[in-house]
């Protein structure tokens, strides 16, 4: 158990819709980072977040944000959903958000779009 | 830029004998570099890291890996495979110096374990 918890496990959909993950980082990390695992892409980096503010943008669609709230938990918001966004979505996390540093990372939630 | 190549998306080898998968990166600044197990269903557990110390890097279940700045390398060994190590392995990169990006991962090796 890396300490990092994600809801909900399994997600179903359909195109067109809307859905949050959402993210508890380990107790004493600042930084969370979320990615998405896919047979066509493998595992991509999407965005980090560090205390509440984004830190840094990778292969993130626009139709994807996220934030990170006071209390450190992190949503990601999936919007106008695509059968291509199926995928098992992970968060990270880590103490300060360093390069050097280990990443946590959650069992992720898998997302099937129908 | 940085990317990273994993030779071989399945390896096969029998129990007890030797692990190698390969891990190439390229990286315009000085790495640091991870090796990730996915067991299925599971999320990501590291294994070890190089982080500019020790370029001989010892990690859990009895791994190891070399870093190699002249032949851009990170393999991932093991003298002796069990069952159990049966996964999929990711070796990944992320920058040194200010202001981190995410990891960039390898397409993944799947090791097969034959009894």
């Known amino acids: 158990d890396s300490g990092v918890t994600q809801t909900p496990k399994h997600l179903i959909t359909a195109t067109g819709q809307r859905v949050t993950l959402r993210c508890s980082p380990r107790s004493g990390d600042l930084s969370v980072y979320w990615y998405q695992q896919s047979l066509d892409q493998g595992l991509q980096f999407l965005i980090q977040y560090y205390n509440g503010e984004e830190r840094a943008k990778g292969n993130i669609l626009e139709r994807f944000s996220a934030q990170q709230f006071p209390d450190l938990h992190s949503e990601l918001n999936l919007s106008s959903l695509e059968l291509g966004d199926s995928a098992l979505y992970f968060c990270?996390?880590?103490?300060?958000?360093?390069?050097?540093?280990?990443?946590?990372f959650g069992p992720g939630t898998r997302l099937l779009v129908l | 830029a940085q990317s990273v190549t994993q030779l071989g998306s399945h390896v096969s080898v029998s129990e007890g004998a030797l692990v190698l998968l390969r891990c190439n990166y390229s990286s315009s600044v000085p790495p640091y570099l991870f090796w990730y197990v996915q067991y299925p269903n599971q999320g990501l557990q590291l294994l070890l890291k190089y982080t500019s110390a020790a370029t001989l890097v010892k990690g859990i279940n009895g791994f190891e890996a070399e870093f190699k700045k002249s032949e851009t390398s990170f393999h991932l060994t093991k003298p002796s495979a069990h069952m159990s190590d049966a996964a999929e392995y990711f070796c990944?990169?992320?920058?040194?110096?200010?202001?981190?990006?995410?990891?960039?991962f390898g397409k993944g090796t799947h090791l097969i374990i034959q009894p």
């Open positions: 990270a996390s880590s103490v300060e958000g360093a390069g050097r540093e280990t990443q946590y």
């Open positions: 990944a990169v992320s920058r040194s110096g200010g202001g981190a990006d995410g990891l960039t």
